[in-house]
């Protein structure tokens, strides 16, 4: 499975940004999709996820400020960003969960919300 992310960029306090991911490979395979996020220093922690069924799964920090679906053209999964802050800066990583736990990563891509 290979993911590759785009969407990222610098916006200022308030802004809104959309994350894409661009999924190919055996995705029969995989259970749940979501987004990761690592800022400097920090560990990576979970964003937002979807189920296979739709069930999603998001960090309190985003909660009713960030939104995660699917993006059938892609195979992978969207994530609107709205009400940004500068708490939200980090690299934002898509991935991918088999239902055996094995994980893919995509590279990263950069996210910047200056006040």
């Known amino acids: 499975v290979q993911l590759v992310e785009s969407g990222g960029g610098s916006v200022q306090a308030g802004g809104s940004l959309r994350l894409s991911c661009a999924a190919s490979g055996i995705m029969f395979t995989i259970n749940t999709m979501g987004w990761y996020r690592q800022a400097p220093g920090n560990q990576r922690e979970l964003v937002a996820s979807?189920?296979?069924?739709?069930?999603?799964n998001y960090a309190d920090s985003v909660k009713g400020r960030f939104l995660i679906s699917r993006d059938s053209a892609k195979n992978g999964p969207y994530l609107q960003m709205n009400s940004l802050q500068p708490e939200d800066t980090a690299v934002y990583y898509c991935?991918?969960?088999?239902?055996?736990?094995?994980?893919?990563w995509g590279k990263g891509i950069l996210v910047t919300v200056s006040s």
């Open positions: 991935n991918a969960r088999t239902r055996y736990n094995v994980q893919y």
């Open positions: 979807i189920s296979s069924g739709n069930r999603t």
